[in-house]
T-cell receptor, first 111, second 111 residues
């Protein structure tokens, strides 16, 4: 079974731009969660989607948004990028309650 | 203070030695999860513990959950260079799909 895939793997943007990251969950998994990982703050929960509905949201500004499609694929968007948004963005999918399997991540660098 | 404290922050052991990593929560645990991460990559799911006193093993790695102390430990027996990486504990503190993570323990194994 294929694992969680994330595209792109690396991304360089400049301040003020917006970015869209994509996540394809493991086949059959309907829950997709997004996390931000930085050296200073560690891994922080962004949001979780299930059947195209956002069920949980972390403590991030409204510039961070996401959505989930009917095939469970998910995208997250960050608008008006700031230097502090440079991070590894990880997506995780789940079938069973909270047994989350992570993708390889997208490394975003904001210049 | 951190909701989920991991200790130690880093560990250097000689190949063949045993080691223990601890994870302590300031809140009630609905579930405790252990992951391993190679630098800059995704998280590899190791084990999930949900019941007090639960203990699980996989190859040379054993994890235990002490529900009363709200603490979990990860023990590696006869460490190998392949065990090197960052070990992260994640906790469900709300009964939802939102995981809170510790800062991680960086393990180096010297041949």
């Amino acid at each position: 079974k294929a694992g969680v895939t994330q595209t792109p793997r690396y991304l360089i943007k400049t301040r003020g731009q917006q970015v869209t990251l994509s996540c394809s969950p493991i086949s059959g998994h309907r829950s997709v969660s997004w996390y931000q990982q930085t050296p200073g703050q560690g891994l922080q929960f962004l949001f979780e989607y299930f059947s195209e509905t956002q069920r949980n949201k972390g403590n991030f500004p409204g510039r961070f948004s996401g959505r989930q499609f009917s095939n469970s694929r998910s995208e997250m968007n960050v608008s008006t990028l700031e230097l502090g948004d440079s991070a590894l963005y990880l997506c995780a999918s789940s079938l069973v309650y909270n047994e989350q399997f992570f993708g390889p991540g997208t490394r975003l660098t904001v210049l | 203070s951190q909701e989920l404290e991991q200790s130690p922050q880093s560990l250097i052991v000689q190949e063949g030695k045993n080691l223990t990593i601890n994870c302590t929560s300031s809140k009630t645990l609905y579930g405790l999860y252990w992951y391993k991460q190679k630098y800059g990559e995704g998280l590899i799911f190791l084990m999930m513990l949900q019941k007090g006193g639960e203990e699980k093993s996989h190859e040379k790695i054993t994890a235990k959950l002490d529900e009363k102390k709200q603490q979990s430990s990860l023990h590696i027996t006869a460490s190998q260079p392949s065990h090197a990486g960052i070990y992260l504990c994640g906790a469900d503190m709300s009964g939802s799909y939102q995981l809170t993570f510790g800062k991680g323990t960086k393990l180096s194994v010297i041949p």
